[in-house]
Each structure stands twice: as C-alpha cells, then as structure tokens.
T-cell receptor, first 113, second 114 residues
C-alpha cells in the first residue's frame, strides 16, 4: 500500500509558465510534508515543506499548497526556468516519528526554453 | 551543503559477495538513513538509525544490515549480494529534534551486482 503517490511520472512546461506538481497521500496521521528536487547523478536536495497547521507555504518561486480534507498537496513553480528541470519527490512525515519520511515515486519536470 | 560523503561512489561486484557501503557525516545529526532508488520506485527506506547503536528497519530491509558505532558513520552491508540489489544507494541525515524534518542526502553510490 503506497501511502504517498505522485500520479504523474512526468510533466513538460514552457519556460516562464507555471509548473504544478501534485501529490496525494492516504495516511491521515501524516502532519508534515516536504518536497525534494533531484538532478541526475546527484542526491536529492530539500526544496520546501509545510506543516499540517498551514495550507500554504511560499519560498520565492516555489509555493506548496496543502488540502488536508482531500489529502492532497501541490508544488507550484512560477515562473518555471530550464534549471528547474529535475525529478521532484514529495514526502510525508508524522510528528510522532519525525525521523522517518515516506516518499512518492517522483515526477520528472522538463522546462523547455 | 550538509557534510555527507559516501564511499565508494561506484562499485561492481559479483553475486554472492559481501559488500559494505559507508556514509560519513560531519554535521553531528542524530538520524541517519539508507535508501535505494530504482526506476519507478522513488526512494525506498532500507534502514535508519536514531542514535549510536540504535537502528530500525525500513520498508525494504531484507538482505541488508546496518551498523552505527559512531555518530558520524553509518554502514550498510549486503551480506551476499544479489542482482536485485543493483541500485543507486543514498545516505541521508536529519536532526528533527531541532524542529526541522528535512533530510540531507549524500551524492549516492551506484552498485552493480553481476
């Protein structure tokens, strides 16, 4: 049973437009969510996070939205740049076990110049 | 960037041989993790450690063992490597007690079992 799902394996957008990456989760006990970005031949790097007490968190061009009732979160990148082309992983944690995260399978974003 | 190194970075080994991967950190973070990444499977947790000599299994722990005798080092051992263990292995660290749940990843080790 996959508790964190990224249903779109890939996404292609034009430079300057918005990229929206989606993530769904099934475990209602998750209360902290994170996004990571991964370039080929490198380890993932932390991008942005959100606590379940919020519904939005913004950091520059990156915004994460959380809809707890739908068990859905999304990452918005505006404007998209070619350097944003990477694999994006969604992850979820529980405050009672903050050391563990469950990851989705990732979405490959391609931003075309 | 967090100070995390992995060694070796690449390894080719034969089925049935033992293999040990090393993760070293200079951040004094309490938690350390080993993940494997395979096409279509994202990052799957193998084992993790929440302190020296304190370890626990992840979702894909069969065939793997770990040890942590010092805060800075976390070893992953494949006792008898199989072709199904061909993968890219990532070590990660975190310090949730500080209030930050994000993990910092090493550069990865590409392991090929022939």
């Amino acid at each position: 049973d996959q508790q964190v799902k990224q249903n779109s394996p890939s996404l292609s957008v034009q430079e300057g437009r918005i990229s929206i990456l989606n993530c769904d989760y099934t475990n209602s006990m998750f209360d902290y969510f994170l996004w990571y970005k991964k370039y080929p031949a490198e380890g993932p790097t932390f991008l942005i996070s959100i606590s379940s007490i919020k519904d939005k968190n913004e950091d520059g061009r990156f915004t994460v939205f959380l809809n707890k009732s739908a068990k859905h979160l999304s990452l918005h990148i505006v404007p998209s740049q070619p350097g944003d082309s990477a694999v994006y992983f969604c992850a979820a944690s529980r405050n009672t076990n903050a050391g563990k995260s469950t990851f989705g399978d990732g979405t490959t974003l391609t931003v075309k110049p | 960037d967090a100070g995390i190194t992995q060694s070796p970075r690449h390894k080719v080994t034969e089925t049935g041989t033992p293999v040990t991967l090393r993760c070293h950190q200079t951040e004094n973070h309490r938690y350390m993790y080993w993940y494997r990444q395979d096409p279509g499977h994202g990052l799957r947790l193998i084992h993790y450690s929440y302190g020296v000599k304190d370890t626990d299994k992840g979702e894909v722990s069969d065939g793997y063992s770990v040890s942590r005798s010092k805060t800075e080092d976390f070893l992953l051992t494949l006792e008898s490597a199989t072709s199904s263990q061909t993968s890219v292995y990532f070590c990660a660290i975190s310090d949730p007690a500080s209030g930050a749940y994000e993990q910092y990843f090493g550069p990865g080790t590409r392991l090929t079992v022939t």
